[in-house]
Nanobody, 127 residues
């Protein structure tokens, strides 16, 4: 059992930046990867970024590559999402989630790759 709590969402203008945080507790030793996903009203949940705890390999969706950066502080059991050059289409509820199992090199990127989820934090980008 892993518990995840997101924070850092808010309202920003296009071109602005936000930094999201996700604190993990519980069986954190079992977490091999963490990810960020988002869901806009009326749309399906989509993958944003993920990171492996060991080695720090990352994977990004094409829509955020070059603008968002995922990072982690393993000692604090916390993962971050630095979001720069925000666009109105980035508006969504952002969720952090833990990978479901172990992979030697694979960075999870499918919805089914993730198990525990946080409650979400709202990010709104105005034009």
């Amino acid at each position: 059992q892993v518990q995840l709590v997101e924070s850092g969402g808010g309202l920003v203008q296009a071109g602005g930046s936000l930094r999201l945080s996700c604190a993990a507790s519980g069986r954190t030793f079992s977490i091999h990867a963490m990810g960020w996903l988002r869901q806009a009203p009326g749309k399906e949940r989509e993958f944003v970024a993920a990171i492996r705890r060991s080695g720090g390999s990352t994977y990004y969706s094409d829509s955020v590559k070059g603008r968002f950066t995922i990072s982690s502080d393993n000692a604090k059991n916390t993962v971050y999402l630095q979001m720069n050059s925000l666009k109105p289409e980035d508006t969504a509820v952002y969720y952090c989630a833990s990978g479901r199992g172990y992979w030697s090199d694979y960075v999870p990127r499918r919805i089914a790759d993730f198990g525990s989820w946080g409650q979400g934090t709202q990010v709104t980008v105005s034009s």
